[in-house]
């Protein structure tokens, strides 16, 4: 309900192609998906086992994408140490950027290397963004059948 309401608001007011996408994806991610990732212990998302695969697999990605040196130190499931926040927060900026439809610029240059990342995978996230808002769709459809 409240993503048809966004896309509802947004064709009043005339924006542009694309516009839907950019404000539902830019809420989800925003309202969802990025304090998972960036906080996940605050939401009561991580088990021990969970967050030391969470934390290998984002030590690999940063090592060999961004060609960070890694200090793999014990990662306590209350409070993950700075490097695997810091990561975690990293990987929330990227996915809140493809949300938003926007790439690195001056302001982070730094991950501007990630900019490739992003742009590929954004016909990937239109795809998800579609059967996101269609949901509703699909299961007013199947209700007519019950």
Request: hydrophobic letters at 50%; one cysteine or more.
């Amino acid at each position: 309900m409240t993503f048809e309401y966004l896309i509802e608001t947004i064709k009043r007011f005339g924006a542009g192609s694309g516009a839907e996408r950019t404000v539902v994806g830019s809420f989800f991610f925003l309202r969802f998906v990025t304090p998972a990732i960036a906080v996940p212990h605050t939401r009561g998302l991580l088990s021990r086992t969970l967050l030391f695969a969470l934390h290998d697999i984002l030590v690999l990605l940063l090592v060999f994408i961004l060609d960070i040196g890694i200090d793999s130190r014990h990662v306590d499931v209350e409070a993950p140490s700075a490097m695997t926040t810091k990561t975690l927060m990293l990987v929330a900026k990227v996915l809140q950027n493809l949300a938003n439809n926007v790439s690195f610029g001056n302001k982070e240059e730094n991950l501007s290397d990630l900019n490739p990342l992003i742009a590929a995978n954004r016909d990937a996230l239109v795809a998800f963004l579609k059967q996101l808002t269609a949901v509703r769709e699909t299961a007013l459809s199947l209700s007519l059948f019950c």
